[in-house]
Structures are given as structure tokens and as C-alpha cells.
């Protein structure tokens, strides 16, 4: 068995295996194949959706569930599923929104306003620590817009140099009772940029899943690439 080939278990990326909770996450994917077959949800699994289908992003409230991407794969019962808000309603997308379709600056949109005021205060968002840090973040997304639009679509993450584990770091998406698609945590910004070109499919890390989706069968058409027909 090649490191090369199980990148998790190289020495180099054996502290990013548990600060991304992979044992965890291994014994979570043994107990669901137990409870619910060779079929059972798999934790940082990639799957396959359509960015126009992705119209709501999970929303924990007051009292919800923090359900990030240390849960990927669990089986969560109950209504987190209906803990949602329409995407356009976050200021990131909105601000990705304003730039690529209406042309509007990036330091003339809410979501860098927000970022160079955080920055004046002291604080640190995205691990940017001046103005120039910020716009040099938005710039990059330029480039990205730029490079999606030419390929067509969104590289899945063993595409990548970066490459640790299945889709871990990739756009998270719960699964909800009937299949309702929500994002949630990062990644945001490639989600708009897809969402923006329209692209037929993106991968993405599979999250929470509830299980009425699973008795359902929901997931299987998820795991099907439009490129694997």
C-alpha cells in the first residue's frame, strides 16, 4: 500500500488526519455500513450536484446543530433539515453576485467592505491582516472565475495538488429528508462561481445526510458524475 495512494497516512499529513478527525471518521463509516449497508453514507465522500439544484444553505439558529465538516457522513435524524435560508441571502454570494454579473468593484461590495473594516479593528478574516491582504484574496477569485469558465467546470479535489482525503475541503453539502440540497461552512465562493456560470455539475464533500434520504435512495443518483455515462 503507497503513501502516494493513501495520502492520509503519509508522515507528513498524519497531524492533518486528526485535526481533520479521520479516525473518527473511519469508525463513523464502519458503524453506518453496519447499520445500513455497503451503501451507507461515507465521510468526506465526493458527490455530484447540480449547482442550480443548491438553493438553500443550512442555517444552525439559536438552537440548531453546528454541522461542519468534522460530520461528514453522519446520519442525523430530526429537523436540522429545515433549519435554512435562501443563498442569496449570504453576503458572500451576494457580493460574488454583484462582481461577476453586475460588474460592481470588489471594494465596492458588502462582503470586502465587511473585511476591510474587521481588518481596521484589529481581527483577521480569512487570514488577512491588511487592505492589501484583502484584495489580493478577490483577486484570486478572479483568476478562479477565470480558469472555470475556460474548463467548464470545477476540478474535484484529487485533481489538485493539495490533494488529502476523498472531497475533504471541497463545497459541503448536506442531504437532507427529501433530497433538498444544503451548503454549508466553506467553499462558498467556488459554489457562487458555479452557480454564476451555471455549470451542468459540481463535486462536492458530502455532509450530514438525513436518513429518510437514505431509505429513500437519494443518494445514489448524487454519486454519479454526468462524465461516468
Known amino acids: 500500500m503507497a503513501f502516494a495512494d493513501h495520502p492520509t497516512l ?19 463509516d464502519w458503524w453506518n455500513r453496519v447499520l ?14 447540480r449547482p442550480r439544484d443548491v438553493n438553500f444553505h443550512y442555517t444552525r439558529g439559536k438552537e440548531g446543530r453546528s454541522l461542519r465538516r468534522q460530520q461528514s457522513g453522519r446520519i442525523v435524524d430530526g429537523d436540522w433539515d429545515l433549519q435554512r435560508q435562501r443563498v442569496e441571502s449570504y453576503i ?18 458588502p ?24 484584495m489580493a484574496r478577490y483577486a484570486g477569485l478572479d483568476r478562479v472565475f477565470d480558469e472555470v469558465q475556460r474548463l467548464g467546470r470545477l476540478l474535484t479535489r484529487a485533481e489538485m495538488p493539495e490533494y488529502f482525503r476523498r472531497e475533504h475541503g471541497g463545497i459541503l453539502i448536506h442531504v437532507g429528508r427529501d433530497g433538498t440540497l444544503l451548503r454549508a461552512s466553506g467553499g462558498i465562493h467556488r459554489f457562487a462561481i458555479a ?29 454519479k458524475s454526468i462524465h461516468d455515462s
Open 92 to 109: 458572500k454570494y451576494d457580493s460574488c453576485r454583484m462582481h461577476f454579473i453586475d460588474g460592481v468593484p470588489w471594494e465596492q461590495t
Open 195 to 223: 452557480k454564476i456560470l451555471d455549470l451542468p455539475e459540481i463535486p462536492a464533500q458530502l455532509g450530514v445526510v438525513h436518513p429518510q434520504a437514505i431509505y429513500m435512495n437519494l443518494l445514489a443518483p448524487l454519486r
Open 111 to 134: 462582503q470586502v467592505q465587511e473585511m476591510i473594516r474587521q481588518v481596521a479593528e484589529g481581527r483577521t478574516p480569512d487570514a488577512c491582516t491588511s487592505r492589501e491582504d484583502v
Open 36 to 49: 445500513y449497508g455497503p451503501d451507507a453514507p461515507r465521510s468526506d465522500e465526493c458527490i455530484y450536484v
Open 10 to 28: 503519509h508522515p507528513l499529513n498524519l497531524r492533518r488526519s486528526i485535526e481533520a478527525h479521520v479516525p473518527r471518521k473511519a469508525m463513523r
